[in-house]
């Protein structure tokens, strides 16, 4: 497995991390702006104007930089790896690539829990596992439905009139990844994984910061 990161917010201890897996799933950055910690992280990376947020970088990684071989694990880089406990004994919090990487399938959204998952509506873009054999296709088939006139909109400010819905891109990517589920019955797309252990930041923010931004999405029982 490979992991390409969309570097926007540059979380240190993310990216400390990333650097101890790095020679095991190999690691690549394609940020939106330059920063002093690529400079120290020593790990591969490109700046790239932001072009449809992260599924633009994600569609750039699939067309100039993935090799065709093994499968890719694209993760946004506002998110704590938590260590965890198993059989009485505390795992370093990298061990959950370990994890991720045996994913059985050939496209799953990864969220921290049953309750990210509904409140994100099933899809997200903050952490997604494609196989090889979904990535040759979205190779050989372009570029993958993103807006190109989106610069950093998030839906956070006033939409700029040229830019579509600012969920466009997830939108449109998990209308794709339902056609090709549709036209190959044996494949496994659109699964649902927990992983408890990694805390997914909300635009950059975590704990009390994160939870008061999304309360405002839950609906009254």
């Keep these: 497995m ?3 990161v969309c570097g926007w917010y540059f979380h240190e201890k993310l990216y400390a991390s990333l650097w101890r897996v790095n020679q095991k799933y190999p690691v690549f950055i394609i940020a939106h702006g330059d920063h002093e910690l690529l400079k120290i992280c ?3 990376y490109m700046v790239k104007e932001n072009k449809g947020l992260e599924w633009g970088a ?3 990684y699939i067309k100039n930089i993935w090799d065709e071989n093994d499968s890719v694990l694209f993760m946004h880089d506002d998110m704590e790896l938590l260590p965890f406990v198993k059989d009485y004994e505390i795992i370093p919090p990298e061990f959950v690539f370990n994890f991720l990487s045996k994913i059985e399938c ?3 959204y990864i969220f921290q829990t049953r309750r990210d998952e509904v409140l994100n509506f099933g899809h997200h873009g903050r952490m997604v596992f494609m196989s090889e054999r979904l990535l040759r296709i979205l190779k050989r088939q372009g570029d993958l439905p993103f807006d190109k006139n989106n610069e950093g909109y998030t839906g956070q400010d006033r ?3 040229n830019v579509k819905f600012h969920n466009y891109g997830i939108m449109a ?3 794709k990844f339902r056609e090709i589920q549709e ?6 797309l659109l699964q649902k994984i927990y992983a408890p252990s990694i805390d997914m930041g909300y635009r950059g923010k975590f704990g009390n910061q994160k939870r008061s931004i999304m309360s405002h999405l839950e609906l009254p029982l």
Excluded at 183 to 188: A, E, F
């Design 173 to 175: 990517i998990d209308e």
């Design 2 to 4: 490979k992991i390409a």
């Design 159 to 161: 939409k700029p009139e």
């Design 42 to 44: 020593d790990l591969p």
């Design 106 to 108: 050939d496209q799953a």
């Design 58 to 60: 994600y569609n750039y």
């Design 183 to 188: 036209s190959r019955p044996g494949w496994k």
